[in-house]
């Protein structure tokens, strides 16, 4: 039986402090825990209600009853498997490619998305402010599918981290130049901004390219969604 300090430390990781604290995480659901098992993240546990299931080596999942993982699930309706992880440290972002940029993105759904983008788009990099919401939040985990284990993903002050790049920066704005009518290079760094406001100030000032999603339809419609808009520009950018 899995002992009530188990439950409690890994119950305590659904909190950001905490993840912090004991550099773990909690991942949920067959698919997101069998991808970072086979990945380079390292292991501390893995939990299941199905003695049938195989996650990785033999003899990794440690059978619990439903009962157990429901107190240590974040979900209403708790999925078979759950897994803690060790949060990896970020490698130094290759700038020789492309690089997304989240500045302030706050909503964990459309970080999950985000970071599923880069995965499928091949954006290896993507570093965030520090006021970003926290990559390893069980619903940012839940949206990415697994994708996490495939991005490097670092949280940095980000004027500081944009000052020292070579390569141009294009931020997303609403008055910006249409990316349809634009030749995107093979490398460079790409912006995207808080849900609400945008670009901020400070990091608009070190923008070099304004680029923006032509509107078609009704003015009614102020702007698109973060995930959306990173959808349609991280295609032109492997477009071109």
């Given at each position: 039986?899995?002992?009530?300090?188990?439950?409690?430390?890994?119950?305590?990781?659904?909190?950001?402090?905490?993840?912090?604290?004991?550099?773990?995480?909690?991942?949920?659901?067959?698919?997101?825990?069998?991808?970072?098992?086979?990945?380079?993240?390292?292991?501390?546990?893995?939990?299941?209600?199905?003695?049938?299931?195989?996650?990785?080596?033999?003899?990794?999942?440690?059978?619990?009853?439903?009962?157990?993982?429901?107190?240590?699930?974040?979900?209403?309706?708790?999925?078979?498997?759950?897994?803690?992880?060790?949060?990896?440290?970020?490698?130094?972002?290759?700038?020789?490619?492309?690089?997304?940029?989240?500045?302030?993105?706050?909503?964990?759904?459309?970080?999950?998305?985000?970071?599923?983008?880069?995965?499928?788009?091949?954006?290896?990099?993507?570093?965030?402010?520090?006021?970003?919401?926290?990559?390893?939040?069980?619903?940012?985990?839940?949206?990415?599918?697994?994708?996490?284990?495939?991005?490097?993903?670092?949280?940095?002050?980000?004027?500081?981290f944009l000052e020292?790049?070579?390569?141009?920066?294009?931020?997303?704005?609403?008055?910006?130049?249409?990316?349809?009518?634009?030749?995107?290079?093979?490398?460079?760094?790409?912006?995207?901004?808080?849900?609400?406001?945008?670009?901020?100030?400070?990091?608009?000032?070190l923008v070099s390219?304004?680029?923006?999603?032509?509107?078609?339809?009704?003015?009614?419609?102020?702007?698109?969604?973060?995930?959306?808009?990173?959808?349609?520009?991280?295609?032109?950018?492997?477009?071109?």
């Open positions: 039986m899995v002992s009530k300090n188990q439950i409690k430390l890994v119950k305590s990781l659904h909190q950001k402090k905490y993840r912090n604290r004991h550099n773990l995480f909690v991942a949920e659901g067959i698919k997101v825990v069998s991808e970072l098992v086979a990945s380079d993240f390292k292991v501390n546990a893995v939990y299941s209600t199905d003695a049938e299931i195989e996650v990785g080596a033999a003899g990794l999942v440690e059978l619990v009853s439903e009962v157990e993982l429901k107190k240590m699930s974040a979900l209403t309706t708790p999925n078979k498997v759950l897994g803690v992880f060790e949060i990896p440290k970020a490698r130094k972002p290759d700038l020789t490619g492309w690089v997304l940029v989240l500045d302030d993105v706050r909503d964990p759904g459309n970080l999950g998305t985000i970071i599923r983008l880069c995965d499928w788009f091949g954006i290896e990099h993507l570093v965030c402010s520090l006021n970003t919401v926290d990559c390893y939040n069980p619903k940012t985990l839940q949206a990415t599918m697994g994708s996490i284990s495939r991005v490097n993903i670092g949280y940095t002050d980000l004027p500081t020292g790049v070579p390569s141009d920066i294009y931020g997303a704005f609403m008055d910006g130049v249409s990316v349809y009518t634009k030749a995107m290079p093979e490398s460079g760094i790409l912006v995207m901004g808080n849900e609400a406001n945008g670009v901020s100030k400070e990091v608009e000032a390219q304004r680029i923006s999603i032509p509107q078609f339809g009704k003015s009614t419609t102020e702007s698109l969604n973060v995930a959306t808009a990173t959808a349609i520009l991280l295609n032109e950018i492997r477009r071109a």
